[in-house]
């Protein structure tokens, strides 16, 4: 393997999280990255989540997959990766890719081009995308890691879902703080979603209920410069 | 006792009755004389001017029979109208009321139906608001009354139904009561338009405004009529006078505290008055202070008299009883926040107290003319300063209440977001021609000025979200026809219009509602709700936080859905103090007054003692800020530099100025580390010393105030300060970008459909000029942000800066450093909030925890 210098640099020993053996960086941008493995993971890109809503009336800025795309292609050409995992929910719905500018359809191309790509089924987006390429999965096994959507209610020791959008709250000196995170127990991680226009559910909901091992819970909360692991127990719901 | 509208015939001048005679119709002359009374001339003058086709502003105070005046002119003219023939079309409304209030509404509608009944009209008189059942609105439509009271958010919807326009088409008179308040809001640019758009229904229709004294009634003249002449004004009519009210501070014997808000000092002098008097109406500035207030006179309410609370999160059936109960005089007190603010008549109050300064003169006025509802009977008033701040200010606003000195703010133009709602509201109705409904726009005063251009980016907002990127074009909610009308594109666009009418945002909030204690819900479910609170102070609780609420000590149980669950707390200590800091900015004109009596040692022989000593040690130990100087003091202080500067121009504007000062002395290299803003001072704390720097002109004070701050370092903040967000959310709503409900769903707070604040940074980074944050930072800058007055400050102290670099604080430098750590010093430090929390961790857990 060869990491160029930029991207060795990005990557500190510190930074790095053990999932089921596997070491990863959760980068504050949202993305996994497996550097054994080349690996990048992302999860609910929601792209063309403006036009869906625009679809019923909601006429919202129509530049959500453009700034999403942009932000994706900055992590591409930090890790270069070799395989990217898009860990489901990519498009609003199923007719997205197919509403898609031309423009962005081109971006998302050329990031593809040269590197294997799986998308992952989500509920948004059971069917593969159209007129895309990059191979269509239910689930992905990897090593010891399991690619899925969802996460799974059994418990699988290395399983990499998305889903629910978590996020987490602290309170520190009576001032609340609130933010997208990766939830980890160490067997399992749920990613943050990476969309433009995603919004968040606090990990402490219960549609969360029996997925974590409550005493290893870690919230990896993104920073403007940094993540910030915190342990569950300084967690607040809502 | 006479109604308050009404006076006996002896105190009337003789030639209103003259007057009377030629104006009044028999019926009302008879009335009048049954009951003894006679009209007053500013009424019959009013009915005068009406007959003779002219708008008019009335401007009374409270008591001087402001609704009976306003009236006359309707009913007058419904009395004598022939009957309607058998057969013949039913007529439309012929008077529209507007008041911002529902419950004004349903007050006038009693008030007004007992004349109307004793003198044998034949006037129907109904209401419609929220409140109001959907089958009597539908009977509304089909059969309309004659006068019809109603709310803002009504007649929007009225103008954006089907048939509009023959709804409207009889209606001679609009009604618009406590014009004032309604001005200086969005509802108040909503409402011109409704106004625009009735006067292109009917030509000749009349307004009459009545309102309680203002500082500039040309532009409320203005408000009440078409702008298509520049400039037309309706007529005025200002009654003068009313006694003059008894105000006084209280001279407390206990010490008046340094710093904070809750006047706890006063309470056993409150009680004492509250004892001496029949119904005592307690005014407060916060929801916060109302219950904190209210726990401190239970506290020491030895007699148990009735003292209840009122304010607006509390929930509806409580607020009923309370109103009830008081308006049967069966209460010796009432705390209540500024939901009573407004003319509603609710028995006999024959004293006000204000606790904690009332922040603006003509705010002062109108509260204390809630006393002894008779213009010529003296209100009395007794204000309690929280603060020696406060005291300065409070004997401020009492100069200003003697020499009449009005301090209300000025009217500001129209917002872009409302003007798009209205389009909107406007296409639900009928077809419009852009430049047809153009000119009509103008003809409403806040948008006087609006120009062409915006107005069609306008008309691309609503039709398409007016984006440079043209993606929407086949989800138009609005379409072109090939004649040049723009039409609704179909009826579901309608129906979300009429779901998410009104400019009114509500703060996300949850219910409270009681539970066992312990208990988290589930199994526990239907106690009593208490009312609403907001989602952010829930937010800083913890399970087992006690605080006030509702008059009670309540222990937070936990959230559920949109419920808080709570159980009544044992012990009577609230853990968390429940306290938001004022509610309204110090006014420009009090503020001045403030710097004037700091400068005036003559006029410190009106303050209490104490207050006059704190000033004296003042000018001793440091100086004081001479009348248009800026006094800037430094003092180190543990390891921190202070800097503290008196500019007494208000919080919001002193926030904005930490906000920029903080800036630029970073960039110094001051290293600041934290800044808090009181409505008189702004303290800045760093790690170099800020007064070494200053004295050696490293940058200098002059160059640190400069203007350019409100440049650049301005524009650079707007960028992604939270207050912005919080002002794009309110934008988003009331233009109709986002919906505030769909039609099925309730959606509220943090579930609207796509969060604001990813849409607001999204928009931004490609978008910047969409006229959705144009309006934004407009918004932002008039109300948030006080640019404004921040403006005029730092062009008044040019070259006026005082500087004195002391060894220790001032006495001047107390209260606002005793803020620091009781209020939440900005919204930008979250990372260091998040670093604190992971490096406790870290401390208690070791780094492998994060592995």
């Known amino acids: 393997m060869n990491f160029s210098l930029s991207r060795a640099t990005l990557i500190a020993e510190a930074d790095l999280v053990g999932i089921a053996g596997e070491r990863a960086v959760c980068d504050r941008r949202g993305v996994l990255y497996f550097p054994d493995l080349r690996l990048l993971a992302v999860s609910d890109l929601h792209l063309e989540k403006g036009s869906s809503f625009a679809r019923r009336g909601a006429l919202i800025p129509p530049y959500d997959t453009g700034a999403t795309l942009l932000r994706l292609q900055a992590v591409i050409a930090d890790y270069q990766p070799r395989i990217v995992v898009s860990l489901g929910d990519s498009f609003h719905d199923g007719g997205g890719a197919e509403r898609m500018h031309e423009s962005f359809r081109g971006q998302l191309e050329a990031m593809m081009a040269g590197r294997d790509w799986f998308w992952v089924a989500g509920n948004h987006d059971p069917e593969a995308p159209a007129d895309l390429p990059g191979e269509t999965v239910r689930e992905l096994a990897i090593g010891s890691l399991l690619f899925r959507h969802e996460p799974s209610k059994l418990r699988v020791e290395g399983e990499i879902s998305g889903h629910l959008h978590p996020c987490a709250r602290i309170v520190q000196r009576g001032r609340s703080v609130r933010r997208r995170c990766f939830a980890g127990d160490g067997g399992r991680m749920i990613m943050p979603a990476f969309g433009a226009y995603t919004g968040s559910l606090n990990v402490l909901d219960r549609a969360y209920a029996g997925l974590f091992r409550l005493e290893t819970l870690v919230a990896y909360m993104l920073g403007a410069e940094r993540i910030f692991a915190i342990s569950g127990s300084m967690l607040r719901p809502g | ?851």
Not at chain 2, 472 to 478: F, K, T
Not at chain 2, 578 to 589: A, I, M, V
Not at chain 2, 718 to 738: H, M, P, Q, V
């Open chain 2, 1 to 851: 006792m006479p109604p308050r509208y009404l006076l006996r015939v002896t105190e009337q001048p003789r030639l209103a009755e003259q007057n009377a005679a030629v104006l009044l119709p028999e019926p009302f002359v008879k009335w009048f004389g049954q009951k003894g009374w006679s009209p007053r001339a500013h009424q019959l003058e009013l009915l005068a001017k009406a007959q003779s086709g002219q708008s008019v502003l009335l401007i009374a105070p409270t008591g001087a029979g402001k609704t009976l005046a306003g009236f006359l002119p309707s009913l007058t003219e419904l009395a004598s109208r022939p009957k309607r023939k058998p057969g013949q079309a039913r007529r439309g409304i012929h008077t529209l009321y507007i008041s911002p209030l529902k419950a004004l509404a349903v007050d006038i509608e009693r008030n007004l139906g007992k004349p109307v009944e004793e003198i044998g009209l034949p006037v129907t008189i109904e209401t419609r608001t929220g409140d109001t059942p959907s089958h009597k609105r539908q009977r509304q439509k089909l059969a309309p009354p004659d006068i019809l009271l109603t709310t803002p958010e009504q007649l929007a919807l009225l103008i954006a139904s089907n048939g509009a326009k023959r709804f409207f088409e009889d209606l001679r008179y609009v009604v618009l009561d406590e014009l004032h308040s309604l001005v200086t809001s969005k509802r108040g640019h909503l409402l011109a338009l409704g106004l625009a758009r009735l006067r292109a229904f009917v030509p000749d229709l009349q307004t009459i405004g009545l309102s309680a004294t203002v500082a500039e009634p040309d532009e409320l003249r203005r408000w009440l009529v078409s702008q298509a002449a520049p400039g037309a004004m309706s007529e005025l009519i200002v009654v003068t006078g009313g006694a003059k009210p008894e105000i006084s501070i209280l001279d407390s014997e206990e010490r008046v505290p340094w710093a904070g808000h809750s006047a706890r000092y006063a309470t056993p002098e409150i009680y004492r008055e509250i004892k001496r008097h029949k119904t005592t109406l307690l005014f407060v500035n916060t929801r916060s202070q109302a219950e904190l207030l209210f726990q401190e006179l239970w506290r020491v309410n030895e007699d148990t008299l009735p003292i209840a609370l009122h304010h607006g999160s509390l929930d509806v059936a409580q607020r009923r009883r309370v109103e009830k109960a008081m308006g049967e005089n069966a209460l010796r007190a009432i705390v209540a926040t500024s939901t009573l603010d407004l003319g509603i008549d609710w028995g006999d109050v024959d004293l006000v107290v204000h606790v904690g300064a009332p922040k603006g003169a003509s705010r002062l006025a109108q509260r204390i003319g809630r006393a002894n509802h008779r213009m010529d009977e003296p209100s009395k008033a007794i204000l309690i300063p929280a603060n020696r701040f406060e005291v300065l200010e409070c004997r401020a606003a009492l100069d200003a209440n003697y020499l009449g000195a009005q301090d209300t703010p000025p009217l500001v133009n129209g917002g872009l977001d409302v003007l798009a709602q209205h389009v909107l509201g406007c296409a639900c109705g009928a077809p419009f021609h852009t430049g047809a409904l153009f000119d009509e726009v103008r003809t409403a005063a806040p948008y006087a000025s609006l120009d062409r251009p915006t107005f069609d980016r306008v008309i691309d907002f609503v039709a398409t979200g007016g984006y440079a990127l043209r993606n929407y074009e086949r989800y138009a909610r609005i379409r072109q026809t090939k004649e040049g009308f723009w039409r609704v594109s179909n009826p579901a666009v309608a129906q979300q219009y009429r779901l998410n009418v009104g400019t009114i945002i509500e703060v996300p909030a949850l219910n409270v509602r009681y539970v066992q204690a312990g208990s988290r819900g589930a199994a526990s479910r239907g106690g009593r709700v208490l009312g609403k609170i907001e989602e952010a102070f829930l937010e800083t609780l913890t399970h087992g936080d006690t605080f006030m609420f509702a008059g009670k000590i309540l222990r937070f149980e936990g959230i559920r859905e949109n419920e808080c669950f709570v159980s009544n707390a044992p012990g009577s200590d609230a853990k968390v103090p429940y306290y938001g800091g004022g509610k309204f900015p110090l006014s420009t004109y009090l503020a001045e007054q403030v710097r004037a009596m700091l400068d005036d040692p003559q006029r410190w022989k009106k303050l209490p003692e104490q207050v006059a000593d704190w000033l004296r040690f003042q000018a001793d130990k440091s100086v004081l800020p001479k009348r248009d100087d800026l006094l800037i003091e430094t003092f180190p202080r543990g390891n921190r530099y202070y800097m503290v500067a008196y500019p007494f121009e208000g919080r919001l504007a002193h926030q904005t100025l930490g906000m920029l000062l903080t800036r630029r002395l970073d960039r110094a290299g001051a290293k600041p580390v934290g800044f808090v803003a009181t409505d008189y001072a702004l303290a800045i704390w760093s790690l170099a010393d800020m007064g070494w720097m200053f004295k050696n002109r490293e940058p200098s004070l002059a160059t640190l105030f400069d203007q350019d701050m409100l440049g650049d370092d301005l524009e650079a903040w707007f960028a992604d300060s939270w207050l912005l967000k919080r002002t794009f959310r309110n934008c988003a709503l009331i233009s109709g970008l986002i919906e505030k409900r769909h039609p099925g769903k309730e959606k509220s707070g943090r579930q609207v459909t796509v969060s604001t604040d990813l849409i607001y940074d999204v928009l931004r980074s490609h978008e910047p000029d969409h006229i959705l944050l144009q309006a934004t930072r407009t918004d932002a800058a008039t109300g948030l942000l006080d640019v404004s007055r921040l403006a005029e400050m730092l062009s008044r102290i040019r070259g006026r800066i005082m500087h004195k670099n002391l060894e220790q604080i001032s006495p001047l430098a107390v209260p606002i450093m005793l803020e620091i750590g009781k209020m939440p010093v900005n919204g930008e430090a979250d990372e260091t909030l998040l670093m604190d929390a992971a490096t406790l961790v870290e401390e208690a857990m070791g780094p492998e925890m994060t592995d």
